[in-house]
């Protein structure tokens, strides 16, 4: 099982920078993605970045240039690094994890099997 505690979220102004992190403990996959989605207020949860066993990153075009997906080389943290935030980046980010089904990391809801209880962002323009 594994699990998964956020941390870092907060609140701040339009154009700052917040880092977002992710405790990962637990039996994970040989091949593995570890990912992070937002939910807005009245929106559906949606996945912004993903990073797999090899170090492959993915974006959704709304962050690409502006967030960075790392993870720490004990494979037990994985961190969003936020920059040039915008009051639509406004959620609460979840972490997530899943086996690696195929040669990128999917942003399906359903290809994820571990959530955090996430952890709330707050950008004011």
């Known amino acids: 099982v594994v699990q998964l505690v956020e941390s870092g979220g907060g609140s701040v102004q339009a154009g700052g920078s917040l880092r977002v992190s992710c405790a990962v403990s637990?039996?994970?996959?040989?091949?593995?993605?570890m990912g992070w989605f937002r939910q807005a207020p009245g929106e559906e949860r949606e996945g912004i970045a993903s990073i797999d066993n090899d170090g492959n990153t993915r974006y959704i075009a709304s962050v690409r240039g502006r967030f960075t997906i790392s993870q720490d080389d004990a494979k037990t943290t994985v961190d969003l690094q936020m920059n040039s935030l915008k009051a639509e980046d406004t959620a609460i980010y979840y972490c997530?994890?899943?086996?690696?089904?195929?040669?990128?990391?999917?942003?399906?809801?359903?290809?994820?099997?571990?959530w955090g209880q996430g952890t709330q962002v707050t950008v004011s323009s």
């Open positions: 637990g039996n994970t996959w040989r091949r593995y993605c």
């Open positions: 997530a994890a899943g086996w690696r089904s195929g040669a990128s990391c999917a942003f399906r809801q359903d290809a994820w099997s571990a």
